[in-house]
């Protein structure tokens, strides 16, 4: 049940004063049930128990730093992974406008656990945070924060859009730069192209995988499912992956990854098998760099074509060429020639911390949905 604001400015959480006058009994009798002191009157307790429950009330956990003379302007971000350079890059740039309007951040990772993100979203409710910034589990169906937005804590989705819930929302072009990166191989003269992705639970995946589909269809590509690989949620997941793949009697040309980790799981096969004493090594395939006078390709690639057969390890001659979704500081250094789907990942955070503060301020129009663009870079050529 939401408590009807002043002047008409929308829904805010219920008080101790919208309790007390529910159950019909003083503050302090409130204050000590809500502090769970046990010689409260036990039918008073109980009506103020109800009242709580009926009113959706939450004890305001905050409230002690006041006393300290504290700021208690706080808002909360969720994400998937605190070492995953990408929510890295999202945590910084939230902080950094949070800090701009004196408000303090408080970040926790649900490690695609939807019960963890549902556990630690309703916990900070529970410490009255201003706002939400959630990066949500790819399985997690959040109807269950209604009530906490009815009640005036706006929250804003980053990077996937929740499920049964209208809410602001700041997503990645996942299915243009999928498409971009299809149309770039295909463009090279690939004709065998692995693509591999995470669980397809995580929207992001669905949407990257499917577009990849549809433009390796439209471009006449045969579809091969060996060559399909997903659920792959690690780097050592990818990097299995890619070595079958590579291990088969028609390896692929050139790989697509659709995150940073299954990139770095690719280059690790990659790297593995161009060296004889690895694991799946290939002996008589030595590192080879551009030769001089190669021009650039589609979307500045090198121009070195595979010939008929294929290239790549075990394809006929040539080198395997990869591209991955998400960009990465290192990714200039490999020794593999390497194309990224690049989009300003601070810009994600930004944007989702200005729609929330918006939310904050008073804004009660439409849901938003903000797409951040995408463009491919090569960032090695080997």
Known sequence: MSTPGAGGSGPRRPTMADVARLAGVSLKTVSRVVNNVPTVDRELAERVTSAVAELGFRRNDMARNLRAGNTSATVGLLIEDLANPFYAGIAA????????HDTMLITASSEENAGRERALLLEMCQRRVDGLLVVPAGDADHVYLRPEIERGTPVVFLDRPPRNLLADTVLIDNAGGARQAIEHLVAAGHERIGVISDWLSISTMAERLTAAQEALERAGVPYRADLIKYGLHTVPDAQAAVTEMLAGPEPPTAIF???????????????????PDAPGGTPGHPPRTPHHGATPGAHGAMGDRPGPGGGGPGGGGGRVELVGFDDFETAAFVPWRLTVVSYDVREIGRMGAELLFRRIAGDRSRPRKV?????LIVRSVG
């Open 371 to 375: 797409v951040v663009p995408t463009e």
């Open 93 to 100: 740039a939230a902080a950094q406008y949070a800090l701009e």
């Open 257 to 275: 990854a659709l995150n940073n980790r299954l990139t770095l799981g690719a280059l690790g096969a990659l790297d593995n098998r161009l060296r």
